[in-house]
């Protein structure tokens, strides 16, 4: 088990994933152009075989080139609590992250990872998104950095006040799953827009993949559309099928997104580090310290609160965790939100009581409404210009049926001062409850506006170095009140 104490590269199983990555790369770039050549050529099946077969090898002879740079430009190891990496080929790099920096360690394991036995490790810091590197580790490399890791985040004891050969004390890992039945109800429980948002991504990457097509080949199916226009026309019983299978659609494709990242999720834990690992066909795992999470995001909407469910986040800085990839790692399932707070802030957190409390008042309704009343405004006008008075009707019942979400934003809208942490509620139809300790805030501000001397009402905002909060439309002398209350552990 090696000790990374000399610079060295990554094993030749590393050079096969790069490889096998940037022939994928290629590969999709021009497969639809081979497609059309197969089907468009005159020429024979020897000569179609052998212009294939060129073409292949040269995928095959490119992704070699890349992958051998992207190889061999790495050498690592760690030195003095550092991990240290030399990149580039030509103007060589030195890129050095201390271990207690470490704000995130996730490692990913696809198909070709597992065969071959390998996890692709990120070390998240609070440097920009350009400065990560992957290494792409054995199963044994791996264990041996963790344990290079965890031997760095140990602290040190007092050598005056250590009892002569006594072991450090042990404090046992725990693990904890989280049932599939209870992921895919809970997703079932969330926006379905969203499902919307990834069926139009997968329509995003077909249309693109059409855009590679020659332009006759587009101007052909144009044609054909255009010939039999006719016989796609629908009634209005067809359109809401249309619809309904839409929606269907998109709600599939929202759950197999779910399924495919969370499953199988598996938390293991001390009174120091969370480790999650979950992903159906490529594992991904996370492991990150308690004291660098910022805050907990607990969201419960109507159907997660009649089924006890809840969906959590764990918050930390801005540049590091899973947001450089996709999002951060959400909870989905049984609602689990006292554990995870017990964990962060102490088993007493409960009983704490409240310092002080400031609720929104009417304007949030306002202002969470604005965008609509905009919108609205914009399609009447459209409508009224059209002649289409009729359909006037739409826009006006379109902002009848958002007042409750205004009201509801108003109802949610509130901040809590307790002994050892602040709660800053919000949402719209769903509540949404972000914990903090106060030494994550940052940032205190109190903004007022030109209508403050009227209403009496301003805004108060919280910065983490994840995250800013915003509670609007607050009584200003509360406001005030908690402002004072934040400023005093800030200037400790």
Request: charged letters at 20%; aromatic letters at 12%.
């Amino acid at each position: 088990m090696t000790d990374f104490s000399v610079p060295q590269r990554m094993s030749f199983g590393a050079f096969v994933i790069y490889f096998l990555k940037y022939f994928r790369i290629i590969f999709n770039a021009t497969v639809i152009y081979l497609i059309f050549v197969i089907i468009k050529s005159d020429e024979g099946l020897a000569h179609i075989l052998l212009n294939t077969a060129m073409l292949i090898g040269f995928i095959v002879a490119l992704a070699l080139i890349l992958a051998s740079m992207a190889f061999f430009q790495i050498k690592f190891h760690v030195e003095d609590g550092n991990i240290i990496y030399r990149h580039r080929l030509i103007s060589r790099a030195t890129t050095t992250i201390p271990l207690d920096r470490v704000h995130t360690l996730r490692t990913r394991q696809g198909l070709f990872y597992s065969l071959l036995n390998l996890r692709g490790v990120l070390f998240d810091t609070l440097a920009a998104k350009g400065e990560e590197i992957e290494l792409i580790l054995s199963e044994s490399e791996w264990r041996s950095l963790l344990s290079r890791i965890e031997l760095q985040e140990k602290p040190q004891p007092d050598a005056a006040s250590a009892a002569p050969g006594m072991p450090p004390p042990y404090v046992p890992s725990l693990s904890k799953k989280f049932s599939t039945g209870e992921l895919v109800m809970d997703a079932l429980c969330q926006n379905h827009l969203k499902g919307m948002a990834v069926m139009g991504g997968f329509a995003a990457v077909v249309l693109n993949r059409l855009s590679d097509l020659p332009d006759n080949a587009v101007e052909i199916m144009a044609d054909y559309l255009e010939t039999h226009y006719g016989s796609f026309a629908v009634s209005v019983g067809g359109l809401a099928v249309i619809l309904a299978a839409t929606y269907i659609f998109s709600l599939l494709f929202w759950l197999g997104k779910v399924i495919l990242r969370y499953f199988d999720l598996t938390l293991t834990y001390d009174n120091k580090t969370l480790t999650f690992s979950h992903g159906l066909f490529s594992r991904m795992t996370s492991r990150f310290n308690r004291h660098k999470i910022c805050s907990v995001w607990v969201k419960r909407n109507y159907l997660e609160k009649r089924y006890g469910l809840s969906t959590i986040a764990l918050r930390q800085a801005r540049n590091s965790s899973a947001e450089k990839e996709d999002d951060n790692l959400k909870i989905y399932g049984r609602d689990c939100s006292r554990f995870f707070l017990e964990w962060w802030l102490g088993q007493e957190y409960g009983q704490e009581s409240d310092i002080a409390c400031a609720e929104s008042g009417k304007g949030v309704i306002a202002r969470s409404l604005l965008p609509d009343v905009i919108v609205s405004c914009a399609a009447a006008v459209v409508m009224w210009h059209f002649g289409l008075y009729l359909w006037l009707i739409l826009p006006a019942l379109y902002l009848l049926a958002v007042i409750p979400k205004g009201i509801l934003t108003m109802r949610h809208s509130r901040i809590i001062l307790r002994e050892s942490y602040i709660v800053i509620n919000m949402g719209r139809f769903a509540e949404i409850s972000n914990y903090l300790k106060y030494d994550n805030v940052e940032v205190v501000r109190i903004t007022r506006t030109p209508f403050t001397r009227f209403t009496g009402r301003v805004t108060l905002s919280l910065s983490t170095t994840g995250t800013t909060f915003a509670v609007r439309s607050l009584r200003e002398d509360r406001a005030m009140r908690i402002y004072e209350l934040l400023l005093a552990p800030l200037e400790h």
